[in-house]
Every structure is written in structure tokens, then in C-alpha cells.
């Protein structure tokens, strides 16, 4: 493990923007496979560093506090915890 601190001056925080600024020679990106992989076949992205892929990210769900949670959404959220335990 090699700790890595990084600094930059474009911050985004959705993958189409993060794209964007990819494919327009902004910088590098990590990106999930799903949203890479035709770009990297139509040879407009280079996957770099595969040995260091991770396909894991955060999940969150809210819902309002002030609110009952409906039994759907409590069994939702029970499946999507169960699929990432």
C-alpha cells in the first residue's frame, strides 16, 4: 500500500461530467467499468493501472425523518443491505 494525496482544480460529482472533462484531456478518472468500457473499446479512453481496479462505491439511501417508512421502502432497503453485505 503506497498512500496517495491528490490535489486538482476540478471537482465534479456526477459521472457525466466527470466523463466530460475525461474525454476532453482534463486528467485522469476512476471510473466504475460500466460507464468505461465502450469508450475504452472505441479506444477513446486507456484503462490504466487495472491491477488497482476497484468496483465498489458508495451507496446511500435517505428518506425524510419526520416521515413513516413505507413497508416497499423497508424492504428495499433490507434487499439492497443484504446485496452489499
Known amino acids: 500500500t503506497v498512500p496517495l494525496h491528490v490535489?486538482?482544480?476540478?471537482?465534479v460529482d456526477d459521472t457525466g461530467s466527470l466523463l466530460g472533462a475525461c474525454l476532453s484531456g482534463a486528467g485522469i478518472a476512476q471510473l466504475l467499468e460500466l460507464y468505461a468500457r465502450d469508450l475504452i473499446a472505441q479506444k477513446r479512453l486507456?484503462?490504466?493501472?487495472?491491477?488497482?481496479?476497484?468496483e465498489t462505491f458508495p451507496l446511500y439511501a435517505y428518506h425524510h425523518a419526520s416521515h413513516l417508512m413505507s413497508?416497499?421502502?423497508?424492504?428495499?432497503?433490507?434487499f439492497v443491505r443484504e446485496l452489499a453485505s
Open 71 to 78: 413497508a416497499k421502502v423497508r424492504a428495499f432497503l433490507d
Open 46 to 54: 486507456v484503462h490504466l493501472l487495472p491491477e488497482w481496479s476497484d
Open 7 to 11: 490535489a486538482g482544480r476540478l471537482m
